[in-house]
């Protein structure tokens, strides 16, 4: 790669790091509502709602301490970090595990040191998908670094397929989407990540669904740079083709992820373990049989 090319690719994942959050909850919201029927809000309207927020104090809860005023920056910092390993894959994506565990640290903690029930029970379970989320995360990082390589036989492009669906079941359990959760009920009895923040206004809340938003773009790109960095299809392609291609199609999930959420729903608590242990044992058995 000359000095060109270097500078294109690093000026083209600037304007991905930038882009991608903005758009892609915007994105999602506006292709349910036009799969409902619906006028939809503006693609910006999130980042509208993000900024409106970030401009008034937070109102802390009675018995909150100084967790609840730094936990906050802490969510924002490491989806941060999270997004720019993913884009600029500046450390090894290993250590995004780690970085998310922190992020939920803090986002739980909140919701714990608020001391309302609401917040409880969204951190139980948000406890409880993390527990069976994260270790599958690890395994699939493990898995797609040291054995799958997918060419253009049918054996291998099955196995890629399935790889690739069993890994989206386990990001929508980390993004809390359905059939997980379902953003759209506003039931403080059945919501996960909105069950967290309902004691979070102003500042804090706006930094929290900031890092939601990095989030969910991280998990989306990571998708499509594992598809494309364990492929022989796209070797031979040059650096800035690739970073486009990540770009456009992390755009398409977001179209995807939109028609998903129009028709799907969440299901009982009692089938999340459930799924989760499934999707381990086949990730399990996938790359024991990938290895051999």
Known sequence: MNMLEKIFTFIFHSFVFLLVPLLASGII?????????????PLLQ???????????????????????????????????????????????????????????????????????????????????????????????????????????????????????????VVFLGELLKPPFDDPRTHLELTMVHEAMLLEASGRTFALFEL????????????????AMEHSKFFSSQKAYVNDIIVFCTTIFICFFIGFWESFSIRRKWKYVPEIMGLTYLFILVLGTLVKL
Do not use: H, N
């Not at 409902?36 to 809000?41: D, F, I, L, M, V």
């Not at 990095?214 to 594992?226: C, H």
């Open 29 to 41: 919201r506006k292709i349910r509502a036009k799969a409902q029927g619906r006028k939809g809000p």
């Open 46 to 168: 999130p980042i509208f709602d993000i900024w409106r927020a970030f401009q008034k104090q937070p109102v802390d809860g009675y018995y909150s301490g100084i967790f609840a005023e730094i936990a906050p920056w802490i969510s924002i910092f490491t989806s941060t970090l999270i997004w720019s390993i993913v884009v600029f894959e500046w450390i090894p994506f290993i250590a995004i595990p780690f970085l998310l565990m922190l992020q939920r640290i803090s986002i739980t903690g909140f919701a714990m040191e608020t001391g309302t029930s609401f917040g409880g029970l969204g951190t139980s379970r948000e406890i409880l998908i993390s527990l069976a989320s994260e270790p599958i995360l690890i395994l699939i990082i493990l898995i797609a670094q040291s054995a799958i390589v997918v060419d253009d036989s049918w054996v291998s492009l099955a196995f890629g397929f399935l790889f690739l669906s069993a890994t989206f």
């Open 211 to 226: 890092s939601y938003q990095f989030k969910l773009s991280a998990f989306l790109a990571f998708l499509i740079k594992l």
